[in-house]
T-cell receptor, first 120, second 116 residues
Framework: GAVVSQHPSWVICKSGTSVKIECRSL??????MFWYRQFPKQSLMLMAT?????????EQGVEKDKFLINHASLTLSTLTVTSAHPEDSSFYIC????????????????FGPGTRLTVL | AQSVAQPEDQVNVAEGNPLTVKCTYS??????LFWYVQYPNRGLQFLLK??????LVKGSYGFEAEFNKSQTSFHLKKPSALVSDSALYFC??????????????FGQGTTLQVKP
């Protein structure tokens, strides 16, 4: 159990277009999902925390108008990169945390496989 | 502020030899500690975690880690390395209790290279 999927796994787009990335928890409900960005051979940088039914909390330095996050249900969060530019090219990874009170005594995060975004 | 340090960018070890990937942390209160592994162009795979209890934690694929509170360390170990263990390893920490946001903070990652 505890599988998180991301779609698409990779995307290439033209500069100025918008790209939507989906993150789904397949076999559990997630009150909270996290979006990370990773540059080659670097660590994961948390971009924002997404809570179901409320506005996302963005980390310092992350443009909320550029990286739109929607957490419409307990199994789906989306990240939309608006007006993408080549510097937005990166590996985007989401994670999902189980609903409180689930079997695990600690609300563990489960990571998706990542989405490779290339902006031309 | 919470932080994680992985002092080695790369660790090289011969197949069959023991391996250690180092991690030290700084967090207010008691920590939750994690190790993840990442293969090229893939997401993170969970290896093991320390929440409470025994300081020696056993995880997936024969990996283990020892929580050392006095040294604020959580080094990853394996008695006998395999070539297939070659990957990027991340240590992460999350603080407990009031004042902690629940966010995972990751170290910068250590590339493990196991040579045949």
């Amino acid at each position: 159990g505890a599988v998180v999927s991301q779609h698409p796994s990779w995307v290439i787009c033209k500069s100025g277009t918008s790209v939507k990335i989906e993150c789904r928890s397949l076999d559990f409900q997630a009150t909270t999902m996290f979006w990370y960005r990773q540059f080659p051979k670097q660590s994961l940088m948390l971009m924002a925390t997404s809570n179901e039914g409320s506005k996302a909390t963005y980390e310092q330095g992350v443009e909320k108008d550029k990286f739109l996050i929607n957490h419409a249900s307990l199994t789906l969060s989306t990240l939309t990169v608006t007006s993408a530019h080549p510097e937005d090219s990166s590996f985007y990874i989401c994670s999902a945390r189980r609903l409180r009170g689930a079997a695990s005594s600690y609300n563990e995060q489960f990571f998706g496989p990542g989405t490779r975004l290339t902006v031309l | 502020a919470q932080s994680v340090a992985q002092p080695e960018d790369q660790v090289n070890v011969a197949e069959g030899n023991p391996l250690t990937v180092k991690c030290t942390y700084s967090v207010s209160g008691n920590p939750y500690l994690f190790w993840y592994v990442q293969y090229p162009n893939r997401g993170l795979q969970f290896l093991l975690k320390y929440i409470t209890g025994d300081n020696l934690v056993k995880g997936s694929y024969g990996f283990e880690a020892e929580f050392n509170k006095s040294q604020t360390s959580f080094h990853l170990k394996k008695p006998s390395a395999l070539v297939s263990d070659s990957a990027l390893y991340f240590c992460a920490v999350r603080g407990q209790g009031k004042g902690n946001t629940g966010k995972l903070i990751f170290g910068q990652g250590t590339t493990l290279q196991v040579k045949p």
